[in-house]
T-cell receptor
Framework: GNSVTQMEGPVTLSEEAFLTINCTYT??????LFWYVQYPGEGLQLLLK?????DKGSNKGFEATYRKETTSFHLEKGSVQVSDSAVYFC???????????FGKGITLSVRP | DVKVTQSSRYLVKRTGEKVFLECVQD?????MFWYRQDPGLGLRLIYF???????EKGDIPEGYSVSREKKERFSLILESASTNQTSMYLC????????????FGQGTRLTVV
């Protein structure tokens, strides 16, 4: 079956530091890949997505590239802000009528 | 904008009660989901519905049932609430097309005492 593995957390960074959050996946076929973000007290919202190999999703300074050869979709940001403090989830979906499979999430805290 | 609305943000129920969590979406999405979120365990799928009156068990369906009588509404039912069902419950919807993302409600924090 499908699965998503995220690096262990939590992660604490200083403002303006570089961020990488690792995500690898196992799936049949050619899944779509997603990063979701959850701010305190809220539901999940889509941060970015990629639908085929070598696609790069980007939003709000975050980027992730769909790497089929390494089955990875790592999230990066060049300079984090305090407002980026949240929980980040990597997820995949393989097909139209399919569920989304999530990683366990990682908590990011950015200190001023 | 797609809107997914869950009926309650916070709920406190007693052990043994029958509990209904309601979710409504306004974008005519075919697929709807109920997830449970717990620290260290991430999101786990409870049930999935791909059309009206259609449902499929997720990874942790025990102790739960669902109802989808209308396309826009997907209800999660705890038949007899127990303390180990204290959790954050998240509803989501998704259009039935490849490459599309799911949209989430704001979550319901359920405490069973």
């Amino acid at each position: 079956g499908n699965s998503v593995t995220q690096m262990e957390g939590p992660v604490t960074l200083s403002e303006e530091a570089f961020l990488t959050i690792n995500c690898t996946y196992t799936a049949t076929g050619y899944p779509s890949l997603f990063w979701y973000v959850q701010y305190p007290g809220e539901g999940l919202q889509l941060l970015l997505k990629a639908t085929k190999a070598d696609d790069k999703g980007s939003n709000k300074g975050f980027e992730a590239t769909y790497r089929k050869e390494t089955t990875s979709f790592h999230l990066e940001k060049g300079s984090v802000q305090v407002s980026d403090s949240a929980v980040y989830f990597c997820a995949l979906a393989s097909g139209a009528n399919s569920k989304l499979t999530f990683g366990k999430g990682i908590t990011l805290s950015v200190r001023p | 904008d797609v809107k997914v609305t869950q009926s309650s943000r916070y709920l406190v129920k007693r052990t043994g009660e029958k509990v209904f969590l309601e979710c409504v979406q306004d974008m005519d999405h075919e697929n709807m989901f109920w997830y449970r979120q717990d620290p260290g365990l991430g999101l786990r799928l409870i049930y999935f519905s791909y059309d009206v009156k259609m449902k499929e068990k997720g990874d942790i369906p025990e102790g739960y049932s669902v109802s989808r009588e209308k396309k826009e509404r997907f209800s999660l039912i705890l038949e007899s609430a127990s303390t180990n069902q204290t959790s954050m419950y998240l509803c989501a919807s998704r259009i039935n097309r490849v490459y599309t993302e799911a949209f989430f409600g704001q979550g319901t924090r359920l405490t069973v005492v």
